[in-house]
């Protein structure tokens, strides 16, 4: 999956000031944890967004991200519960659980009202971009953290301007991404029939 953006240059080349996310949006928007993964995989937001991490398995998990972007550590919480992350400024932010080591998400965070989201076919749309100079942003899935800036590049929309072309980017692999535990460890190995972090009822 790759997700493009697109951010208005100044004539000087700069990127102007984007107004942040309304402080209380009608619906936040969410990344629930069940089956031991996160849906979405993959989040995008507006800067200033407010992220519910709404539990839906029934047992612990514990929500961190550590990479560019937004760092928090959610800290262990029930199935059933909620808590929330404010993400103030762009960046791409590498959500893990900390018991977990299968669960992974990203949310990219953006200052901007003109982005896509790949569909399966690599396919994607951007409409009602008025024309002008952009600085073009492009992340794939396959880049992973240890490569969390998104590639860039200036370009310019034309008044009859269609299509921004073809966009090629790195390949995904295909593997599950590499990660250390909140604390910089390797993950201990699952624990027999289960978990010590599973919820009793």
């Known amino acids: 999956?790759?997700?493009?953006?697109l951010t208005p240059l100044t004539a000087s080349g700069e990127a102007p000031v984007m107004p942040k996310a309304a402080a209380t949006p009608t619906a936040n928007p969410r990344l629930v944890q069940k089956n031991k993964s996160f849906?979405?995989?993959i989040l995008v937001v507006p800067a200033g967004s407010v992220v519910e991490f709404p539990n839906h398995d029934?047992?612990?998990?514990n929500v961190f991200s550590l990479f560019e972007g937004k760092k928090f550590n959610l800290g262990l919480y029930e199935?059933?519960?909620s808590q929330t992350v404010r993400f103030e400024r762009p960046g791409i932010s590498f959500i893990f659980c900390n018991i977990h080591p299968e669960m992974s998400a990203v949310v990219i965070t953006?200052?901007?009202?003109?982005?896509a989201v790949s569909?399966?076919?690599g396919l994607l749309s951007?409409?009602?971009?008025?024309y002008g100079r952009y600085m073009l942003h492009i992340w794939s899935e396959g880049m992973g953290p240890e490569n969390a800036q998104p590639l860039t590049r200036q370009i310019t929309i034309g008044e009859n301007a269609s299509s921004l072309g073809v966009i090629k980017v790195p390949a995904a692999n295909g593997q599950s991404m590499v990660h250390k535990n909140l604390y910089g460890r390797d993950y201990d190995e699952p624990t027999p029939n289960g978990s010590v972090y599973e919820q009793q009822r």
């Not at 999956?1 to 953006?5: H, R």
């Not at 029934?58 to 998990?61: E, K, T, W």
């Not at 951007?126 to 008025?130: D, E, I, R, T, W």
């Open 126 to 130: 951007l409409a009602g971009v008025p």
């Open 119 to 121: 569909n399966g076919d």
């Open 79 to 81: 199935a059933g519960t």
């Open 110 to 115: 953006i200052a901007t009202p003109f982005y």
């Open 39 to 41: 849906e979405p995989h």
């Open 58 to 61: 029934p047992f612990f998990h």
């Open 1 to 5: 999956m790759t997700v493009v953006w």
